[in-house]
T-cell receptor, first 117, second 112 residues
Framework: GAVVSQHPSRVICKSGTSVKIECRSL??????MFWYRQFPKQSLMLMAT?????????EQGVEKDKFLINHASLTLSTLTVTSAHPEDSSFYIC?????????????FGDGTRLSIL | DQQVKQNSPSLSVQEGRISILNCDYT??????FLWYKKYPAEGPTFLIS?????DKNEDGRFTVFLNKSAKHLSLHIVPSQPGDSAVYFC???????????FGGGTRVLVKP
């Protein structure tokens, strides 16, 4: 089945550091990928929709200068948390769907636990 | 404009009993609905789906019912097992477009 690989799985770093998270679709072309954030004991919050070859579409309230999304190829999207601060600590998850196949489910990565000290 | 809603944030059920999770939607243009299951510190995984032209789809202990007139779908888990304890999300898909329409999730706790 379709697999989405997310890396790294865990990051611990100092405040002010920029952190890059990668999301790869391993066996299908993902023209669109999605980035979510999950706070403890809360639901998934969609942050942005990443479109291959064009700018990401951010949800209301998400700072595009803070969370930089790049989708340079059909199999790779990256999320960079710039100048991270403790309040950015969270669980980030990406997903991808093969829109060329009708009614496909989202395939999720395993998530990245980001801890900013 | 939240087109897909899960109004019950949590559900507690005894092992062996039925778990019923609900999802309401407002857009009649969805042509497919999906349910996902999520464990802590993991990404969600696809569980079961239903086409809008059907009213029921069954897969083992999991059955999804679709009531188009009420714009409502439900997921039944029977019998519930402790391993079913997770957060469940519903999603509506339209044939055209790639915008996400994802419910807020329902946390299920199955007590042994």
């Amino acid at each position: 089945g379709a697999v989405v690989s997310q890396h790294p799985s865990r990051v611990i770093c100092k405040s002010g550091t920029s952190v890059k998270i990668e999301c790869r679709s391993l066996d299908f072309q993902a023209t669109t990928m999605f980035w979510y954030r999950q706070f403890p004991k809360q639901s998934l919050m969609l942050m942005a929709t990443s479109n291959e070859g064009s700018k990401a579409t951010y949800e209301q309230g998400v700072e595009k200068d803070k969370f930089l999304i790049n989708h340079a190829s059909l199999t790779l999207s990256t999320l960079t948390v710039t100048s991270a601060h403790p309040e950015d600590s969270s669980f980030y998850i990406c997903s991808a769907r093969d829109f060329q196949v009708r009614n496909q489910p989202q395939h999720f990565g395993d998530g990245t636990r980001l801890s900013i000290l | 404009d939240q087109q897909v809603k899960q109004n019950s944030p949590s559900l507690s059920v005894q092992e062996g009993r039925i778990s019923i999770l609900n999802c309401d939607y407002t857009n009649s243009m969805f042509d497919y609905f999906l349910w996902y299951k999520k464990y802590p510190a993991e990404g969600p995984t696809f569980l079961i789906s239903i086409s809008s032209i059907k009213d029921k789809n069954e897969d083992g202990r999991f059955t999804v019912f679709l009531n188009k007139s009420a714009k409502h779908l439900s997921l039944h888990i029977v019998p519930s097992q402790p391993g079913d304890s997770a957060v469940y999300f519903c999603e509506g898909i339209k044939a055209a477009g790639n915008k996400l329409t994802f419910g807020g999730g329902t946390r299920v706790l199955v007590k042994p």
